[in-house]
C-alpha cells in the first residue's frame, strides 16, 4: 500500500484528499484534507491501513487542523469540528481505490483515489542542437524575466524532489521527527538557530539542507537556462557522450502559475502543492552563484501534477527540452567561456579542482 493516493472524498463533507505512505512503513501513513467549503478545517490524521487480497480497510486518528485562518477565535472553532477518530473501507483496483469514509461525529461518504507514484516517462516538448538552444533560451528569457530552468543528465529522469526519491511520502512524519533533528544539529554547527513556526526561517533551513545533500520535499532550478545547461551536460561522461541519452532541460513560467495556484508556506500545508520560492542564501555559499531558485512540492509526481493542470487551465507552464548528449564537450567548453563552471558553481576546493579537471583532462 505504500506510495502517494490522490483523490477526491464526496458525502457530507466534499474535499481533496491525499493517503501518504512511507515505503518503510507501508501500512501507517498520513491522510490529508483539504475542504472544499472554506469555513470547514482542513487537517491531517494517522492512517492506519490493513490490506486483505484487494479489500482495503483503515483507521483514523490523531487529527491534527491546518488553519489558513490567524483568528484564535475562529482557530479553536475550527479544532472542535474535528472528529476523534473515522474509519475507511475499499477495494483496491490496480493503481485506484473505491470505497466508504465514515467519522465519530457522523459525517461519512464515499471516496475514490488514484496512485500517482508510477514512474511514467514523460516526452519532451522540442529536441534541439545546442547552438540553437542557446538563441532560443536567450529569446525566451528576454521574453519572460521570470522563467526558471532545470537540467537533468538524462532525459528519462521525471522532475521529483530528493525526499520523495528515499521512499517517503509522508510529509507529517518529516516535518515532525525529522526537520527539528535536521535543525537542532544545523544550529549546533552554525551557531544560528532557525525558527520552525517561521514560514521564511523554516524554508531557508530547508534550502541550505538541501544544497548540502539532506533530502527534502525541495527541488533546485536556476533562473539562467545556461546554468541549468552546465548542470544537465555536467553529468554526461566527457569521451562517452555519443552513447548517452539525450540531456534535458526545463523551462517553467512561475509567474503563469501562481496567477492561478496557491503558494504554499509550510510543508505541512495539507493542499496538494507546487510551489516556486526565493530564500534567503545564508550560511548558503552556492545559492547566489547558480542563480538559485527552489520549488517545493508534497506531490511525489511533479510532471504529472504540473500536465494535469496544463490541461485543465489550457496553459503550458512547463517545456521539456532534450538536446543530444554529443552537444557535451562543445556546450561545456563555451559555458566555460560564459563563466559557468564548477568553480563558480560551488565555491571551494572541489569546486576548483573539478573544473580545472573538466579543462585540462
Not at 474509519?87 to 466508504?100: F, M, P
Not at 509550510?266 to 510551489?275: I, K, L, M, N, Q
Not at 512540492?297 to 538536446?323: A, E, M, P, Q, T
Amino acid at each position: 500500500m505504500w506510495g502517494q493516493w490522490l483523490g477526491r472524498i464526496e458525502g457530507t463533507n466534499s474535499a481533496i484528499i491525499m493517503f501518504s505512505i512511507d515505503e518503510d512503513s507501508p501500512f501507517r501513513g498520513a491522510l490529508s484534507v483539504s475542504e472544499d467549503d472554506p469555513t470547514k478545517p482542513s487537517f491531517h490524521a494517522t492512517l492506519e491501513i490493513k490490506q486483505n487480497a484487494n479489500i482495503i480497510t483503515g483507521t483514523l486518528n490523531q487529527f491534527t487542523l491546518f488553519s489558513f485562518n490567524s483568528d484564535p477565535a475562529i482557530k479553536l472553532k475550527e479544532q472542535k469540528q474535528l472528529p476523534n477518530a473515522g474509519t475507511i473501507e475499499g477495494v483496491l483496483k490496480g493503481l485506484h481505490i473505491e470505497g466508504t469514509w465514515k467519522m465519530d461525529i457522523g459525517t461519512n461518504g464515499t471516496f475514490s483515489l488514484d496512485k500517482l507514484d508510477t514512474d511514467l516517462q514523460f516526452d519532451n516538448d522540442r529536441t534541439m542542437e545546442w547552438d540553437e538552444f542557446k538563441v532560443w533560451a536567450l529569446s525566451e528569457k528576454n521574453r519572460n524575466p521570470n522563467l526558471i530552468f532545470r537540467g537533468h543528465k538524462d532525459s528519462t529522469y521525471c522532475l521529483k524532489t530528493s525526499l520523495h526519491r528515499t521512499g517517503r511520502r509522508n510529509i507529517n512524519r518529516y516535518s515532525q521527527v525529522d526537520i527539528p533533528v535536521l535543525e537542532r544539529h544545523i544550529a549546533n554547527l552554525t551557531g544560528r538557530a532557525y525558527r520552525l513556526d517561521d514560514a521564511y526561517e523554516h524554508g531557508e533551513l530547508l534550502y541550505l539542507a538541501q544544497h548540502h545533500g539532506f533530502p527534502t520535499p525541495l527541488l533546485d532550478w536556476t533562473e539562467s537556462p545556461f546554468i541549468a545547461a552546465f548542470f544537465a551536460f555536467d553529468g554526461v561522461p566527457k569521451n562517452q557522450n555519443d552513447k548517452e541519452k539525450p540531456v534535458r532541460i526545463f523551462m517553467f513560467d512561475p509567474t503563469a502559475w501562481h496567477e492561478k495556484h496557491h503558494r504554499v508556506l509550510f510543508v505541512d500545508d495539507p493542499r496538494p502543492s507546487f510551489s516556486v520560492h526565493i530564500f534567503r542564501s545564508r550560511d548558503n555559499k552556492r545559492a547566489l552563484p547558480q542563480q538559485s531558485v527552489v520549488t517545493f512540492s508534497n506531490i511525489c509526481d511533479i510532471d504529472g501534477f504540473v500536465n494535469y493542470y496544463r490541461d485543465k487551465d489550457k496553459v503550458k507552464y512547463l517545456l521539456r527540452i532534450d538536446l543530444p548528449a554529443k552537444n557535451r564537450n562543445v556546450a561545456m567548453k563555451e559555458l566555460q567561456y560564459m563563466g559557468i563552471t564548477a568553480a563558480s558553481m560551488f565555491p571551494g576546493l572541489d569546486g576548483m579542482c573539478a573544473a580545472l579537471k573538466e579543462k585540462y583532462f
